[in-house]
């Protein structure tokens, strides 16, 4: 029987830390909704102390979504463990994680505490949490360049005070996978009360190695992991990947975990739309190129029997032929029925918006697939203020003409138009909507893929762009792609306005 790993899912909390991947209230809440149909065991929903933002997201998760455990970070702080009670009190299943550094280059240079004074911090933390919940999780951060001695005392110091997990993270993505997996059977054999609680494992990805470094040690109970690996820096640890390397190779790791793995895909692609990070078509598991073979002598292989090249079945993760789900005869009924098929309940409002997105589609394309609806989807459900609003575009271009844009806004309810020219059809549309909205903004990335096959495919367009400090990403889809490419920036553009009206800018966990 293969030992039952649990998946620890950090996707709204480390993976929103990924430069430009913040998500809204409503977005954090589709994501932690699909990560419950995917059956992780515990979702971390964000750090409460962080911002308002957060502390809403964390607290409407612990209340709207079944199943999984649902867990805030916190600083070892007072405020920071009262707050992360607070956004998750009355619901069902809670956890509070709480954290500080055990090596010397953090504790001396950031904490400026000494090893005593952080084990003390450490133990009354979950002490406190422990006031609130039964389940507290502990880690101490910077793990793989701490002493290992220092490690132990402090872990067994938190297990007495009460913590029912401990995860070692690698903060920094600096362990060698050997070497990662000596320090977890190290502390399984020398800190002594390590029986009572669950070891887990969170790994970075700065030297490409945080699956493999998670793998390596899974004698651990629990791995902490995001959706397609987004995370600070070079990510974290991919859920996809570690969740198919047990499946697949259960014989040699002995272990496996609860995931529904035909939604691995679906979750891939929801938080590739919303975040804007984009998926490289040659990662493991979920790039396009992921199942796609190439070579004539593997074609030919494949052909005779499939398990000459093929590890993994397509359909294990969720990727078949793309379903045709609807037309343009589909009525409301049909419609809400389908979107609760594929797990999203609407308002009343939010599915009268999304239809009449879906009847528009369906008059420009015949034929509407499951993944052109995952997109409405994603893009209806954003409650972004529309500061400006694309009401028209025209655009003129060809060999012999200068590309010429001919747009008309909406600018806080006021129609306004301009014409502008540029190097081609997308750059005349950007240049004129950067004049009409006066940005001050800086366009950092610009990308275009189409969601099904076919000519009349939507394009979706994904594009970054940063404001001094802040970097939003923003999407659009449309049959038209410099339809789809402006909507995009407005997109982005919104976002930055709601941030400046707002200016709830979030403390990061890195500020001790
Ligand atoms: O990488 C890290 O050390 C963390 C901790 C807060 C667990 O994300
Ligand atoms: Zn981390």
Redesign the pocket.
Known sequence: MARMIRIFDTTLR?GEQSPGASMNLEEKLIVAKQLARLNVDIIEAGFAYSSPGDFEAIRRIAQEVEGPIICS?ARARPEDVDRAWEALRGAPKIRIHT?ISTSDIHLKHQFRLTRDQARERAVEMVQRARGYVEDVEF?P?DATRSDPKYLYEVLEAVITAGATTV?I?D?VGYAAPQEFGMLIRGIRENVSNIKQAIISV?C?NDLGVAVGNSLAAIGAGQVECTINGIG?RAGNASLEEIVMGLRTRKDFYGADTQIQTEEILKSSRLVSNITGMVVQPNKAIVGANAFSHASGIHQDGLLKEKTTYEIMRPESIGLGKSTLVMGKLSGRHAFRQRLEELGYKMTDEELNKAFERFKRLADQKKEVYEEDLEVIISEELQTIPETYRLKSLHVESGTDTVPTAQIELEIDGKSSRQVGKGDGPVDAAYRTIAVMTETKSTLLTYVVKAITGGTDAQGEVMVKVEEGAKTVTGHGSDTDIIVASAKAYLNALNKLAYWKSRKDEKIS?KEA
């Open positions: 480390d970070l954290f880690s951060m995860n993270p903060t969170h970075h600070e966990y």
